[in-house]
T-cell receptor
Framework: GENVEQHPSTLSVQEGDSAVIKCTYSDSASNYFPWYKQELGKGPQLIIDIRSNVGEKKDQRIAVTLNKTAKHFSLHITETQPEDSAVYFCAAASGGGADGLTFGKGTHLIIQP | KAGVTQTPRYLIKTRGQQVTLSCSPISGHRSVSWYQQTPGQGLQFLFEYFSETQRNKGNFPGRFSGRQFSNSRSEMNVSTLELGDSALYLC?????????????FGPGTRLTVL
């Protein structure tokens, strides 16, 4: 089945700086890659996603890039703010989407004031 | 539009008991998927229901089961609870079948097994 690796597990950045979280996947048939933000006591919130026919997607301060050849995708957050502090998960859908989403282990993003 | 709701939010059970969790999807969504979240294993897919039928299943024992009603609401049941079943159980709502559709998560049910 699919395997998703996510790095780093913890990331601390100064407010206003950029943050980058990286994920790799194993199944070349995967073609949908969402990113989720989870705050304490809440469920994961979909923040951005990308499909394999697109190399990059941007939504205000958040962007995602996908390299199908290398099988990795990344989340970029610019001009970080205190409310960006949370745990971020990458995920991949493979097997025709029949196996559910396979998630990375998460990155705890800490924004230092 | 209201989001995904899950009840109850917290539950405490003892080993050997069974438990039923409920999920109401976003209005108009016909797919409900269930995930288990633990510190050690992270987020893992349990199963997906679409149009009242289980479409996909993850690698969990038969003690974990579910169903979906005609109004798309779904329930998940865990029988003969074990200590290792302590987790946050999340349901995700989607307009279409399969993980390649956008999935929106509820707040989860925190299950503690003593």
């Amino acid at each position: 089945g699919e395997n998703v690796e996510q790095h780093p597990s913890t990331l601390s950045v100064q407010e206003g700086d950029s943050a980058v979280i990286k994920c790799t996947y194993s199944d070349s048939a995967s073609n949908y890659f969402p990113w989720y933000k989870q705050e304490l006591g809440k469920g994961p919130q979909l923040i951005i996603d990308i499909r394999s026919n697109v190399g990059e997607k941007k939504d205000q301060r958040i962007a995602v890039t996908l390299n199908k050849t290398a099988k990795h995708f990344s989340l970029h957050i610019t001009e970080t703010q205190p409310e960006d502090s949370a745990v971020y998960f990458c995920a991949a859908a493979s097997g025709g989407g029949a196996d559910g989403l396979t998630f990375g282990k998460g990155t705890h993003l800490i924004i230092q004031p | 539009k209201a989001g995904v709701t899950q009840t109850p939010r917290y539950l405490i059970k003892t080993r050997g008991q069974q438990v039923t969790l409920s999920c109401s999807p976003i209005s108009g969504h016909r797919s409900v998927s269930w995930y288990q979240q633990t510190p050690g294993q992270g987020l893992q897919f349990l199963f997906e229901y679409f149009s009242e039928t289980q479409r996909n299943k993850g690698n969990f024992p038969g003690r974990f089961s579910g169903r979906q009603f005609s109004n798309s609401r779904s329930e998940m049941n865990v029988s003969t609870l074990e200590l290792g079943d302590s987790a946050l159980y999340l349901c995700a709502s989607s307009a279409g079948q399969g993980a390649r559709n956008e999935q929106f998560f509820g707040p989860g049910t925190r299950l503690t097994v003593l």
